[in-house]
């Protein structure tokens, strides 16, 4: 299947369905938010065990977000931004 096909049954399917507009929705946000943490964890040189000790979080907790298979609250996302001396921005594009 092409990226066009894809695309155009992505498309379709969040016309058909608000549940799987939500769906896909969500994921991405998952995604962004995953790709951030990964991102902040190996700019800080830290595995995810060491991560996870610094922002005060089960491992397990860490590699779900990355791994984007969870929603990641706003409070742990603040979390993390306070104990890595970060700043958490949240935009509306």
Same mark, same amino acid.
């Given at each position: 299947m092409t990226l066009k096909r894809v695309d155009d049954y992505i498309q379709g399917r969040? #016309? #058909?369905s608000p549940e799987? #507009?939500?769906a896909y929705d969500q994921a991405e946000i998952d995604l962004e938010i995953a790709v951030a943490v990964r991102q902040l964890r190996t700019n800080l040189g830290l595995s995810q065990r060491a991560f996870a000790e610094l922002v005060g979080k089960p491992q397990s907790t860490i590699a779900r977000i990355e791994a984007g298979a969870v929603?990641?609250?706003?409070?742990?996302? #603040?979390?993390?931004? /306070?104990?890595?001396?970060? /700043?958490l921005r949240i935009q509306f594009v």
């Open positions: 969040q #016309a #058909a799987f #507009a939500q929603t990641a609250s706003n409070k742990t996302l #603040a979390d993390i931004a /306070q104990k890595t001396h970060k /700043q």
